[in-house]
Structures are given as C-alpha cells and as structure tokens.
C-alpha cells in the first residue's frame, strides 16, 4: 500500500477531492475551449502522434530521440485509438493526469515526512501544488517534459517507501525500476534529475552521520541504496549513450569548448524599431518569474528549517525529499549559464511539487511544536507565506495561455478558419511568426498511410522585420495573411508602435476577411525604397 489512512487524523477526503477537481477542472477546461492547440510545440506532437495512429508504428513519426523515446506519444496515441477522438483532442489525457497525479503524489509525500498535523499539510501542499504555475502551464501546453513531471512525481514517492524502511521495500523497488524506466523513455532531463538526487543523498547521508558521530548519536541509515542508486546511474548511461546521442554532445562541445575550435554560437536577436515591450523591465521580470520566486525562497528556507529539526522517526523520508530539492536547486545556476541546453522554466517545473511538500511540511507542522508565546505569531506568519505562494501563482504569465499584456498563445476560429483558406487558395503568405507556425489541424498534415503531406507544408513564412520594424511596402511581400492584436510573439513579447492595417488597406487588396483576420495581396511593388512608418 501506497499509503494507509490513520484513523485518528480527520477526514480528507472532501477536501482532497476539491482540491483535484480544481486542478483537473482549470487544467482540462484550459487545453480543450480554444480553437486550436495552445503554445508551440504541442500541434507538432500532435502531428507526429497521428502518424503513428494512421501507421501504426513508432518508425513512421521518424523524429530522433522521441522515436526511441516514445512514451508520450504512445500515451497520447493509446488515448486516441481508445477515446474515438481526434489526436489533438485526446491529448487531454495529459491535463487529466496532471491534475490527478501531482495533487495525491504530494499529498503522499507531505503523509510520508509528518508526524503531526498530517491532513492539514498534505492538503496545503496538494493546494500549493494544484496552483503551481508552471505544472499548470505544461499541463495545458503538454509536452514530453509534462508526462516526465508525473513520472517523477511519482518515483519520488516510491524512493521514499524504498528507501526508509525494509517494508514492502521490494515491491517498491520494483515500482522503482518501472518509473526509472519511463522517465528514460519519456525524456531527457529526468536522468540528470535522478543522478543529482542520488549525489546528494549520499552527500548527506554521509554529513548527516559525521555529525551524529560526533554528538555520540545512533544514526538510521536507508535501505536498497546502493543497488536503487546503480539502477540509476546504469538507466542514465542507457539513455544518454544508446537512446539518445546526449553523451556523445556533450564531450563534443566540451572538446570544443577547451579546443581549438570556438563554442559560442552568436544568436542574431530581434531589435525592433517600431515595436516595444509591453512592460517595464522590471514589471516584465516579476511576471515572468514571481511565481517561481514564491516558490523557491520559502523553499529554501523550509529546507533548511528541516535541516534543523528533522530528528524524528522519519528523518530518511524527510531526507530523500531534501536530496531531490536541493539536486534540482544545483540545476538552476546550470539552466541560466548554459539556457540552450536547458531553460531554467524546465526545472522549476520538475521542482514544484517538492518544493510544495517542504513549504507546507516545515512551517505547518512546526506551528504544533511552538511555545503558547509564539504560536499565534506563528500562525499569522504561516498562514500569510501560504498565501504568498499560492496568490502569486495565478498572476503570471506562465498561469494562462492570453494573459493580459502578454502574447495571446492559441488561435480564435475566424483566425483558425482565415488560415484554411490560405492552404486552400494561396500559394505562400506571410504572417506573424506564431502564426505562421501554429498548425490548427493537425491530422490534416498525415496521409492515411502515416506519411507527411507535404502540400500543407510551407504555406505561411514569417513578417519579422516587415512587422516589428514596419519595412512592409520595402519588403513588399505579395500576400499577406493579417491579424490585428494587442501583443506579438518573437523572442518575447511586442506591441507595434505602428497600424499595419492602415497600410495594407491602402496598399493591398483584400482578398478575405472575417472577424479575426484578413488575406490580403498586391500585384507589384509600386516603391521598393518606402517605407511603412
């Protein structure tokens, strides 16, 4: 058993059921009202899943590690071929899963390391969890890493039974070894995520006895460490050497990097002139990184406050879920050196739901061992951290796919259907970068046989400069597939400080038009040195 309830701990289970109906309610209702598919990389799963629907073989999607790698789109496949539905609809089995699987994970966790005031830690951290913006994100953007997270989520709570107590311990080591092995198959990043927990478990096995030595203490050890921690080290060897080619790349630029030969790869950044930043520098920052460091400085310091107190029964359960935190806090100076091999947002996602269970765990169930004095200026400050956290969550831009001020990430119908009619009726048009990129219609890009329709390829190109710094009569493209919103997406947010509208009327025909978007197409270039200012 995964958990056995304690009979003297109140009732959770109204409130453990509210708290996953809210996730998988928000998540689900989020990825399936749009029109298309949100953000930027899930319609291109989905065209790879509907390959591997109509074939009905993992080769015919032909796309490198996922190839080998293949657990999510098997799962979204499965999904497909069971439900009846479209690929792009049945791929909410990973809202769904994510709004189940991260709540109950930690609440068992927060079960696991507490020994007083149990129910209320775990549904507070079910709760923080629930909000954490980036599992919401990557819930209703699913991508790889999204099904990874689950996988984690779950690992971590069976490394916990594994390794505190000789209970069950190889029934949990197999369940151990099964979620090892579909986060090898599921992602890349995982496998480092593991081997990082495992270092520092080690790490502070080893200072945690060196003090307990030298106070004359007897200190628990855990159980299957070793033989669990080798699987590790040997399913990441696997991956990164036969699955993947992520071994090979990495000696390749570190032999570039202290070679001859320069590592730096100069990326040419967009500096528009008729275009701005919807918000201040600083306003920017904090929208885009408040709710991770909400989460992470209480984090920290439940950390440490669990350095400092942790002498009970369950001090290696409490320490297993120390070793998985503080491995994942070493990624984050990683992540913002090197962000091109991973952006610091991935690992914020994978540390959520740990940093959920450290928060509540350290500041709620210490509020039960505080003096009469201080309890309830303890209480007030507990009780406006786990406000904090979960209030600065939802106002983020990670929260929702059109935040206000922020890119709206999917497409309306009259959007949606404006695009159609280009891949019906014209050759080539230009359009916003996400535009241009987003596919509304993911199955209609596969054959029967599994193969890609190259007709629906190459149909949209990107207005960059022509946009954002109003070049379009010198650019002159000759069809133009136009949408009027707030802010636009190229490597960040943008609002035009001109109307392309206004110019295009004057200049183009139209073609097309409906509510969201307008065709629009010319048949010279009367003046090449214009401009659209």
């Keep these: 058993m995964l958990w056995r309830p304690n009979r003297t701990s109140p009732p959770t289970g109204p409130s453990l059921v509210l708290v996953v109906g809210i996730a998988v309610f928000y998540r689900a209702y989020t990825f399936v009202f749009p029109a298309s598919m949100i953000g930027i990389d899930p319609d291109g799963y989905a065209v790879w ?16 590690f996922y190839a080998k790698a293949s657990f999510f789109p098997l799962l979204n496949g499965l999904s497909a071929i069971i439900s009846g539905l479209p690929v792009r609809t049945a791929m909410i089995i990973i809202p769904l899963l994510a709004g189940i699987l991260i709540p109950l994970s930690v609440y068992l966790l927060s079960r696991y390391i507490t020994h007083e005031k149990a ?18 994100h990557h819930s209703f953007w699913p991508i790889s890493q999204s099904l990874a997270t689950l996988f984690l989520c779950l690992f971590v709570v069976v490394s916990v039974r594994s390794i505190s107590g000789p ?26 995520v593991t081997i990082m927990f495992a270092g520092m478990f080690i790490v502070l096995t080893l200072l945690s006895r060196t003090v307990a030595t030298q106070l004359g203490q007897k200190q628990r050890g855990g159980y299957n460490v070793w033989m669990l921690f080798g699987m590790i080290f040997m399913m990441a060897f696997i991956q990164w050497s036969y699955i993947s080619n992520y071994l090979s790349s990495v000696v390749a630029k570190l032999i570039a990097l202290f070679g001859s030969e320069s ?9 528009p002139t008729a275009a701005v930043s919807p918000f201040s520098e600083i306003v920017g920052i904090l929208l885009r990184n408040l709710h991770a460091l909400a989460l992470l400085v209480p984090g920290a310091v439940a950390w440490l406050i669990l350095v400092y107190t942790n002498r009970s029964k369950r001090f290696v359960q409490v320490q297993v879920l120390q070793a998985v935190t503080a491995g994942l806090f070493l990624l984050f100076p990683v992540a913002i050196v090197v962000p091109s091999e991973f952006n610091y947002s991935r690992v914020t996602l994978f540390i959520e739901p740990f940093l959920a269970v450290l928060i509540a765990a350290a500041f709620i169930d ?66 916003d970068p996400y535009y241009a990129g987003e596919q509304p219609f993911p199955d209609q890009h596969v054959t029967a046989s599994g193969v890609l329709d190259t007709t629906r390829e190459n149909r949209y190109t990107s207005l960059n400069s022509a946009l954002y710094n109003a070049t379009l009569l010198s650019d002159c493209p000759p069809d133009i597939l136009y949408r009027q919103i707030d802010v636009y997406r190229f490597q960040g947010p943008w609002r035009l400080t001109w109307d392309p509208k206004s110019v295009l009327d004057t200049h183009y025909n139209r073609i097309y038009t409906n509510h969201g978007a307008k065709h629009y197409s010319r048949v010279r270039c009367v003046n090449s040195n214009s401009s659209a200012n």
């Design 119 to 136: 129910t209320e830690v775990g549904i507070a951290a079910s709760l923080i969890a629930t909000v954490a913006a980036q599992g919401v």
């Design 366 to 431: 210490q509020s039960g061992r505080s003096r009469k004095l201080l309890a309830r200026a303890w209480s007030m400050m507990v009780i406006s951290i786990l406000m904090f956290v979960v209030v600065t969550q939802p106002i983020t831009v990670e929260a929702a796919p059109d935040f206000p001020g922020s890119p709206r990430m999917y497409l309306t119908s009259e959007e949606v259907a404006a695009k159609e009619f280009g891949h019906q009726h014209m050759d080539n048009s230009a359009t």
């Design 49 to 64: 899943i509907n390959q591997l629907v109509a074939s009905g073989s993992i080769e015919a999607m032909n796309v490198g």
């Design 167 to 192: 209970s069950h311990r190889y029934r949990f080591s197999l369940l151990f070894v099964v979620f090892l092995l579909s986060m090898a198959l599921t992602h890349k990043l995982p496998m480092l």
């Design 263 to 271: 590592a730096s790869v100069s990326a040419t950044l967009l500096q």
